[in-house]
């Protein structure tokens, strides 16, 4: 992990599109097999305009996707806010946050987009072929592809497209609430992240790994959780 290189604040965007392209060709969409003990929901926050990013990956139980642990990082970074490369602003301290965990979890569900993106290249797959882990994306917001609208029912989905491909798919989470955007990131395949997605699903529109990550690293960003790695006992919940 501590030779991964993510020094990209001085990068070009012809640079960035080039380490994207390299990235791509490591990417793996076969099926995911071992049975998941434990995911992880990974966001940042940030404003558009401000170098501070805070960073954060909440570990859940499959089981019963209630939280065990969590990494928190404040970092910095100064690469511009461009569509489609938002990745080189967050993925950085989204390794570090990685980095502080001791036992690494089987799938990161990650705040964003996987291969549903113009490169295939979106924060999910990005992070997951720069470490080598097992993610998937959740967005709340399509960045590319065709869709259109599925069932109103909680579970409901159809498939995101780029001409005859299926990158992703649009899950409706939550009972008339609108979609989430689903797609692998890497070493899993499309089928595998809709149903990790349905799986995680809860009762709000963002599947409960993300929704907790952004929890935590929204109470990180206002000072009430501390920066580092932490174990949750059952009393410590919330």
Wanted: charged share 25%; with cysteine; aromatic share 10%.
């Amino acid at each position: 992990m501590n030779d991964i290189i993510t020094d990209y604040d001085d990068l070009n965007l012809a640079e960035a599109k080039e380490i994207q392209n390299k990235l791509r060709e490591k990417i793996n969409l076969e099926p995911f097999t071992k049975p998941i003990q434990t995911i992880a929901g990974a966001d940042i926050s940030l404003n558009r305009f401000s170098e501070i990013i805070f960073a954060g990956i909440v570990i859940l139980r499959y089981s019963d996707l209630q939280p065990i642990a969590y990494s928190l990082v404040e970092s910095k970074t100064s690469f511009p806010y461009v569509p489609g490369f938002l990745a080189f602003r967050e993925v950085p301290a989204l390794v570090q946050a990685l980095e502080q965990i001791p036992v690494k979890p089987d799938v990161l569900m990650i705040d964003g987009h996987g291969i549903a993106h113009p490169r295939r290249m979106g924060i999910a797959a990005h992070f997951g072929a720069l470490t080598g882990t097992v993610t998937m994306g959740c967005a709340k917001n399509i960045l590319f592809g065709k869709w259109q609208e599925p069932g109103i029912q909680k579970g409901d989905y159809r498939p995101i497209m780029n001409k005859e491909e299926v990158i992703g798919y649009a899950l409706r989470s939550k009972f008339k609430t609108n979609p989430v955007f689903i797609s692998p990131g890497n070493r899993m395949s499309l089928s595998d992240s809709l149903d990790i997605a349905i799986r995680c699903a809860g009762n709000y529109r963002l599947p409960e790994p993300t929704r907790r990550a952004h929890e935590f690293v929204n109470l990180f960003r206002t000072g009430k959780l501390k920066e580092g790695y932490h174990e949750l006992t059952p009393q410590l919940l919330f």
